[in-house]
């Protein structure tokens, strides 16, 4: 996806490192760059990565083996975009003086921070976003990601919300273990279709219960299905004024009615469906994509979270890839192709986190880290919130950072053009 429609010349090229789904679905979510692109002369590109999206190498057949998906990695995606640049700009040479700022969120935040080291000669600086980089093995604490979703449920619903959710877990346990136990559980949520397993209810409710906090925004976003404004402090407000109707456990009870009101916040749902895929990610492709690079312990203790224990074991992790796609992972390669925690050389990047985002657990948050980065932290912030479009309802905090975040690419742009940067072509 390309606009050239605000550039002009010597304004810089703003590029999307698309990540795990359809380069549309991140266009319509990263409103910034278009803010930016108007504010800069700049012109605005989104590319999709490898393997997701329309971007299948072998079509139908590109995740039918090793010898057809072995080429999903994040080093031949930033291969791509580094190419690609290269040849835009020299089949359009009135873009060869512009600077490329690189943008991403999340695994794209990733490949923004990866995209200014490797291609130095061809990015100019980069936003990352949300980006997990040390999500990998022995680079952070596994336990970090759902203790930082804990924190937002407690900051917003305080500490009955959060112990309340903990106290549901068990509870909903005992009714499962009992004879017709996970049918009741399926009319309680009001399931389309029934709860196949004990298992599948814990794991469905863990999960969305992160998307809240992932999308946590101060406006209605559909960004990760359709939510109301600040969805954490709905849920829990919702779960301390649903009425119990004494059928079972009230913490379960309310915990339920909770859950369907704040998915069918817009009154549109008759029942609550687990195969809504309204986010445009690809969860198979990132499966895939975890079992050979992107490996990430993720852990809890119900402790100083709200989750039931959990470990994560590497050998086990290794032996399900090998059942399920005939691979291994490369537990220890991200620590050598992208600098481990070896960051002193990144410059004209900026690592900027939500402060009750789940993922900034394995993000770059102090400082004295990335010595020739810079660090921007948003309080209350949630994933990648100041990748969005500027929205009335936004905070002086994530206003603030978009500000700081502005003033430095523009400073990156005037070096960039007070530097020598010759552009490689062949014209035959």
Known sequence: MISTEEWQPGGPILFYTGNEGSIEFFAQNTGFMFELAKNLSGAVIFAEHRYYGTSLPFGSRSFSDRDHFGYLTAEQALADYAKFISDFKCANRQFANSPVISFGGSYGGMLTAWFRQAYPNIVAGGLASSAPIWLFPGMADCHGFYQVTTRAYRQAGGDTCSSTIREVWSLMDDIIAKPGGLASLSDLFKTCKPFPSGDF??????????????????????????????????????????????????????????????????????????DDNSTNLDASGWELQTCMEMTNPICSDGKFDMFKPSTWDPIEFSDACQRKFGVRPRMSWAGVQWWAKNLDAVTRLIFSNGDLDPWSAFGVLEKELVPGATVVRIASGAHHLDLRGSHPNDTAEVRAARGLIANHIASWIDAWHHEAHPLYCLDF
Do not use: H
């Open 201 to 274: 209810v814990y794991e469905f409710t863990k999960d969305y219960l992160v998307t809240l906090a992932m999308a946590n925004y101060p406006y209605s976003a559909s960004f990760l299905g359709a939510l109301p404004a600040w969805p954490v402090k709905e849920f829990c407000k919702a779960m301390a004024d649903c009425r119990t109707k004494g059928k079972m456990a009230p913490q379960v009870e309310k915990f339920a009615c909770a859950f369907f009101s704040i998915y069918n916040y817009q009154q549109e749902e008759n029942c609550l469906s687990f």
